[in-house]
């Protein structure tokens, strides 16, 4: 297959995924709840009110017209209106992402130089102390749930040594050092969710590589150690850690809702849990979707980064 | 058989981890008879009292006993997250049978609703699914397992598919047998192997995920002596010096989640054995 046949299958394939994906989220945030109107006007109210509130939020459609109606306007921008601020819930969304972006970028400008050098590190050591201790923390650190190590940070960091701050707000109108000091500690639970699946793809692909027919060639016509492993292992070995850093992107964001709420940081994440505690619908369709677009998209950024990282794709030699 | 059976006994990382859940649920079996406390007494003249003799874990801020919480806390999440994961496995073998087997369009449509759910994080599916139909331990079990499902379904269909085209299904057929007695008397017993697996690591992700869940408020509800609620009920307390009841139930999740894990590491290592 040439490579525009591939990105052109996997983009149809997106496609698919996230109309499935809207279906689910119309389905847990319109049909499953029931009564809406009922729900936001509570138990004592008079059914001709409730039949009212059904007419203005257009619930006494048929159902398919109101997937329709909903789909196509999330599509241009506009995810309706939020029961709880009764305000349209894209501006919120927007500047919540805003805020999730920051985090979440820190984390990965943290997380992957941490974990491909931990990876590469016990690749070369395999079978010694250091690889082991790696891989024990890599593993309690990737199956710990975000709260768990969040909190123990926190007593770490924030109380105890006193040396990072346990809010993630920062003062207003600070600058961008001092947002970043500030988003360190919440941003540590995340690279430690991340790390231990990210170290063990790169020493999985570091081993893989230094086992390799071209590693011993390059071994054995005399190249120094150093020009081996930059030219010939890490080149290979570093391929399959790099899409896997871009599908991650949706365990963050799932860890965006703990370490968020634990933080008290103003994210997607807390913009969630905020809509669900509420039972406010449209919020949390708005944010739930959006973060499923996120996730698709990365994925699909991944495998197009895969296929042209890879001559062997980009040439067309291989599926 | 046997020899898997030797090899998982004989790990270390296994028994560790067989170890540490065993004594959580002996903990959640009997802990109401061993605690020096009653978990649900409130001692209104002895709030948020440091760790001491009497109270080796001090107590939290309606004065019950954080010892005797901590180890009848067990109990719920011990009895949601197997249940969900129980759940997922049934539905799970079910939908992979036969998808793996006659293949075809529910097998892509499949596919599809799997690529969907993978595009969002568990955490997030289950907290739109409970705010829709409400927040119980048995709506936990109900959306964790149906979640599990077709993350189930694909490993046993992967499975199926490499079992569906040998000799002794053809056999089965030619016999005339009927088609569930080839799914489930022929195939099944020959996917056992990964199915065990894939328990064992749904079970760490269903405790990962009640855990999580009981923390942002909907998981297990109150007056449960559950962890994940007794940190979320306890953690704005620790800026004010008051570790305790935080710390001491932070580390039983912690401990139960690195069991369940090892002992599925252990079961994986003699499954590939």
Known sequence: MTIGRILTKRAALSLITLWLLSAMVFAGGQLLPGDVARAILGPLADAHAVANLDRQLGLDRPLLIQYWDWISHFAMGNMGQSYSYRAPVAPFVLAALGYSVKLGTLAFVLVVPLSIAGGVWSALHAGRLIDRIIGIIGLSATILPEFVTGIVLIMIFGIWLKILPISANWPPGAALPTQIYYLLLPSLPLVLVLFGYLARMARAGTLEALAADYTRTAVLKGLKPRAVLWRHVLRNALLPTITVTATQMGYLMGGLVVVETLFRYPGIGGLIYAAARDKDFPMLEGGVLTVGVIYTLAGLIADVSHALLNPRIRFGAAE | ?273
């Open chain 2, 1 to 273: 058989m046997k020899v898997r059976w030797r090899v998982l006994t004989r790990s270390g990382t296994f028994m560790t981890g067989v170890l540490i859940v065993a004594f959580w649920a002996g903990c959640a079996v009997c802990g109401r008879l061993i605690v020096p406390f009653d978990p649900f007494a409130d001692d209104i003249l002895n709030t948020l009292g440091a760790p001491s003799g009497v109270h080796w874990f001090g107590t939290d801020q309606l004065g019950r006993d954080v010892f005797s919480r901590v180890i009848v806390g067990a109990r719920d999440i011990l009895l949601v997250a197997p249940l969900a994961t129980a759940l997922g496995i049934a539905l799970g073998v079910l939908i992979g049978l036969v998808t793996g087997y006659f293949r075809g369009i529910i097998d892509d449509l499949i596919g599809r609703v799997i690529d969907a759910l993978l595009a969002l994080p568990l955490v997030i599916i289950a907290l739109l699914a409970l705010t829709a139909i409400g927040t119980s331990a048995a709506t936990v079990v109900v959306v964790i397992g149906i979640i599990f499902a077709p993350l189930v379904a694909r490993t046993v269909r992967a499975a199926v598919l490499s079992e569906r085209d040998l000799d002794y299904v053809a056999a089965a057929k030619l016999r005339n047998e009927h088609t569930v007695y080839i799914l489930f008397a022929e195939i099944l017993p020959n996917v056992i192997p990964p199915i065990v697996v894939e328990a064992g690591v749904r079970l760490g992700y269903a405790i990962f995920t009640v855990a999580t869940l009981s923390f942002i408020g909907f998981g297990i509800q109150p007056p449960s002596p559950d962890w994940g609620l007794a940190v979320s009920e306890s953690y704005g307390l620790i800026n004010g010096g008051i570790w305790w009841p935080v710390l001491f139930n932070a580390l039983a999740i912690a401990s139960l989640v690195i069991g369940v894990n090892l002992a599925a590491d252990g079961i994986q290592a003699a499954v590939d054995a």
